[in-house]
């Protein structure tokens, strides 16, 4: 008789049949994905929306200024984005889906101008 790959209890029933319960073969395929390592576009994805999910936190009225320090500490990464946008004035924001930021030096510190993609900024 063969044996749960997830519990080790005997199966009863079909001769197909891998796992005793539902919950068996759920958990054991959860553990699975638990283990494997993150492949290249998971671990982008996974940066692309903490980056987004960051820009919009610190983003409440459509634009703001924030230091750089303070988004890099909660996990922010610059290098990761999805598209731009150039006004202009030559300035290049870079976008993380609708929120994006601009790096300015003020006053000796580096910080992110935080806007919301607008109507505007579409494609001439």
């Known amino acids: 008789m063969k044996k ?3 519990c080790k209890t005997k199966i009863k029933g079909r001769a197909d049949k891998v796992f005793c319960t539902p919950y068996c073969k759920s958990s054991y395929h959860y553990q699975e994905s638990l283990n494997k390592d993150d492949d290249l576009f998971r671990s982008i994805d996974k940066q692309l929306r903490l980056n987004r999910r ?4 610190y983003n409440k009225a459509g634009k703001a200024v924030v230091r750089k320090e303070a988004l890099t500490k909660e996990g922010f990464n610059p290098n990761y984005f999805t598209h731009y946008w150039k006004n202009k004035k030559g300035d290049v924001y870079l976008f993380c889906y609708e929120f994006g930021f601009l790096e300015k030096q003020e006053k000796g510190k580096l ?3 935080l806007v919301q ?3 505007y ?4």
């Not at 960051?54 to 936190?57: P, R, V």
């Open 121 to 124: 900024m579409e494609k001439q």
């Open 4 to 6: 749960c790959p997830y």
């Open 54 to 57: 960051l820009l919009k936190n």
């Open 117 to 119: 993609w607008q109507g």
């Open 111 to 113: 910080k992110y101008v």
